[in-house]
């Protein structure tokens, strides 16, 4: 959480991304990740060798902090 904070204080536009190893870290955990800075996720398991959590546990997760997801278009 601190590398996140830091990230989001050096680098303020940039999209700060929890990605690989979500599945292992609780609700709580992401949630002060989120608070911490971090703006984006990984939704699917394309293109990563690591699993994510489902979009259906990423909505509810998002519904319980009061984040409304954003889609953003391919870069």
Known sequence: ???IALARIMMPKSHVRLSAGRTAMTDE???LCFFAGANSIFV???LL???NPGEDKDS???RR???EPMELEAQ
Do not use: C, E, H, K
Request: charged share 10%; glycine share 12%.
């Open 65 to 67: 902090l009061g984040i």
């Open 1 to 3: 959480m601190r590398v």
């Open 29 to 31: 955990m992401q949630a």
């Open 44 to 46: 699917g398991d394309t």
């Open 49 to 51: 060798t690591a699993n």
């Open 60 to 62: 509810l997760l998002f």
